[in-house]
């Protein structure tokens, strides 16, 4: 159970990519709070489910189409009332050996690892910057830092989004508006578990960590709570690593 954040009752938190994994743990621990939450993913089923769950509002949106990412974004934030946090969730971590990175393959990357944060983060400006207050959380990775095999696009704008959030913190700091960036370790999702974690590359992880325990999306979405909350009023600009110190 996270701590209670009496300022979120009712404050206005949009999530991208958030039918699952981590963003779904953003749902869920936001909704607990008492915030109005919408989220939008392309798996219809998933999200329509975990919409139900929590009493959140749930949109199909495919975000690598910039249009429709706006136009979804807008028909929830009518549906909230407003828009008082943003979540840049959204991503894909396909893995793909660098020389076989044609520019279509590393298009298809950052269009949705990186380009839908920027425009999202443009919508909400325009929501934010009459209140004079905001707060903008881009999910990064410690990839970033690593840079491991096989995730050169990935590693690429998982970087770039570290950058965006130390300009946008700085050009929109003048309308209250924090940004500020998570960068998590090696996440325990569904995803995760099907795909990537085998117990020989877990059993390597836990050698390189400090702390010997999985990291579980509700680690992160406590993280985010914190940052979203009145407790983080002078924070921006800034990249939260969070990974059992690995790095």
């Not at 407003?82 to 590393?106: E, G, K, Y």
Request: proline share 4%; charged share 20%; net charge negative.
């Amino acid at each position: 159970m996270s701590r209670r954040y009496p300022e979120f009752e009712g404050r206005c938190v949009f999530i991208t990519g958030a039918a699952s994994g981590i963003g779904a743990a953003f749902v869920a621990a936001f909704a607990a709070q008492g915030a109005r939450v919408a989220f939008l993913d392309t798996n219809r089923d998933a999200g329509e489910a975990l919409a139900r769950q929590y009493g959140a509002r749930f949109h199909e949106c495919d975000v690598t189409e910039p249009a429709a990412l706006a136009a979804t974004m807008g028909r929830a934030i009518s549906e909230l009332g407003a828009l008082d946090v943003l979540i840049n969730n959204v991503a894909n971590d396909q893995r793909h050996p660098a020389d076989a990175l044609d520019p279509q393959t590393w298009r298809a990357s950052l269009a949705v690892n990186l380009d839908p944060a920027m425009e999202a983060s443009r919508v909400a400006y325009e929501v934010m910057r009459p209140l004079r207050n905001g707060v903008i959380l881009n999910l990064s990775s410690i990839n970033a830092h690593l840079a491991p095999a096989n995730m050169a696009a990935y590693v690429a704008a998982k970087a770039a989004l570290i950058g965006l959030t130390k300009a946008l913190a700085r050009e929109w700091g003048a309308a209250n508006i924090r940004v500020n960036a998570i960068s998590p370790g090696w996440v325990v999702t569904e995803r995760q578990l099907e795909l990537w974690l085998t117990p020989e590359g877990e059993a390597e992880w836990m050698r390189q960590v400090a702390l010997q325990r999985r990291i579980s999306p509700e680690d992160v979405a406590k993280l985010a709570l914190f940052l979203a909350s009145d407790d983080a009023a002078l924070i921006t600009g800034q990249n939260f690593i969070i990974d059992g110190g690995r790095t």
